[in-house]
């Protein structure tokens, strides 16, 4: 087996716990490195995955897709994130939404049952689980107020601000589905700050 195979979900996990985690034999026992090429789906919808996703390298975006096959995009995950879906791990049902790589990614893929147990066996897994769920929790609230609350131009800002390290490598296109907005209505916006800056 390659050594520490979840060198990445360790960071994660005892960053979150804010000591080192012992017990890792049991998550790495079943754990696997997974590469996707650009634009290749992880996941679709309607799909048994009880897994968690931990990012090495690359870009994952996850999305819907409505009654007429029009993508919305929920969240982007870049290095050092993870992603899971809930539907699954949570109330036992299948994948609500797809997850497909922005650019050529690897990924940590552990089981979430082992990491359950693990957390019902010790405080400090229990902690760094805590601790994970209630950042996401913040990130959803924070993009559901943007969503109902925040004009268009705004909501960019705000995107950019938080997500400095990947903007620059998503596709217009794609940001602008993010946003909930068109790819022209966007241009809009950027043009508008390019001349506020003087960018």
Not at 10 to 34: D, H
Not at 111 to 124: C, G
Not at 160 to 189: F, M
């Amino acid at each position: 087996m390659e050594v520490k195979l979840l060198r990445q979900t360790r960071l994660l996990m005892s960053g979150a716990a804010g000591t080192e985690l012992s017990g890792w034999e049991t998550l790495e026992s079943t754990a696997q490195i997974r590469r996707f090429l650009r634009a290749q789906e992880i996941f679709g919808s309607g799909e048994w995955q009880p897994y968690i996703y931990v990012i090495r390298t690359g870009i994952v975006k996850l999305s819907y897709l409505d009654e007429t096959g029009e993508e919305w995009i929920k969240s982007f995950i870049g290095e050092g994130g993870f992603f899971a879906c809930p539907a699954v791990i949570i109330s036992g049902g299948t994948t609500d939404y797809f997850a497909v790589a922005v650019e050529d990614v690897e990924l940590e893929q552990l089981r979430y049952p082992e990491l359950k147990k693990l957390a019902e066996q010790n405080s400090e897994w229990a902690k760094a689980i805590r601790v994970l769920l209630e950042t996401h929790i913040l990130k959803k609230e924070q993009r559901e107020r943007e969503l109902l609350t925040m004009a268009p131009d705004a909501r960019y800002g705000s995107f950019l601000q938080h997500n400095p390290d990947i903007v620059k490598r998503l596709q217009i296109r794609d940001v602008a589905k993010y946003l909930g907005i068109t790819p022209e209505a966007l241009s809009r916006i950027r043009t508008r700050i390019k001349h506020k800056t003087g960018d």
